[in-house]
Each structure stands twice: as C-alpha cells, then as structure tokens.
C-alpha cells in the first residue's frame, strides 16, 4: 500500500511539470509554424516585387528559372541541370531563330541566377522557401503563357 501511495505521489507533483513540458512544446511549434508562414509570405511579396520589374512574360518566366536553376544546383550539386534543359525548350518554343530575343532571354535567366548566388551561399531552409515561392510564380507564368488570348 506505501508503494502505491508513493507512485500516486509521485505522478500527480510530475502531471503539472509534463503538462508544462507540453505547452511549452506547443508554443514554440506554434512560433515556428509563424515564422515559417512569414518567410514565406517574406519570400513570395520578394518574387512578386521583382516581377514588376520585367518587360515580358517569357523574360520573367527565364529568370525565374535561372534563380531556380541557381537554388537547385545549390542544394543537388552542379551535375543538376533541369531547370537550365527546360529554359533551353522554352527559348526554342518562344523564341525561335530570332538571336536578340534569345539573348535577352539568355541574360534574364543569368541575371536570376547571380540574383540568388548574390543571396544565398548553402543549402538551407530559407532556400527551401524561396524556391518554393519561385515555383508557385513560375507555375502562374507558365499558365498566363499558355493563354491562347496573351499579347505577343
């Protein structure tokens, strides 16, 4: 009967401590989970500024994908090259033969690409978010792209 007494002891001085514990961990998850929405939104109100910066959709679209191209190589290493393959599809798709465009395009996606290289030198969370944010803008480019109704 004293060892029982002595367990119920026992638990209920440590149920206040564990509970503390709990909120404790409730509390810096939830500070976390605000930080995070907030580089996100941080990076997103980032990508949508420089946006307004482009002369045309395809230029915006090229130097999306050289920042991406940039983020990616950083984390996956050199040998990566899928976002620089896909901007050289596009460039044959909307370009064409016509060499200035093509060099326009060209000095978008490596003004990107530096843009990021200025901004991050390892793989990191903070990469992670704004690669996210470049990727849900590229997706909204390539869909206004894809308008049979957009203006040449």
């Known amino acids: 009967m004293k060892r029982f007494i002595f367990l119920i002891t026992l638990v209920a001085v440590s149920l206040p401590a564990f509970a503390q514990d709990a909120q404790t961990t409730r ?25 307004l910066k482009m002369n045309n959709l ?3 679209l090229s130097k999306n994908l050289g920042q991406l191209h940039y983020l990616r190589t950083l984390c996956f290493g050199d040998d990566d090259q899928l976002w ?19 060099r326009d395009i060209i000095r978008a996606f490596n003004a990107g690409y530096n843009q990021e290289r200025d901004r991050f030198s390892t793989c990191s969370n903070a990469v992670s ?6 990727s849900e803008n590229a997706r909204n480019i390539a869909t206004m792209l894809g308008d049979p109704f957009r203006e040449q």
């Not at 810096?28 to 949508?48: L, P």
């Not at 798709?93 to 060499?99: A, S």
């Open 27 to 51: 509390e810096q998850e939830r500070a976390a989970a605000a930080a995070a929405e907030a580089a996100r939104e941080a990076a997103e109100k980032r990508v949508e500024a420089d946006m």
């Open 58 to 60: 395809v230029e915006a």
């Open 84 to 102: 620089r393959e896909k901007t050289a599809e596009m460039m044959d798709v909307e370009v064409g033969d016509d060499v200035a465009r093509r």
């Open 129 to 134: 978010l704004d690669a996210a944010a470049l």
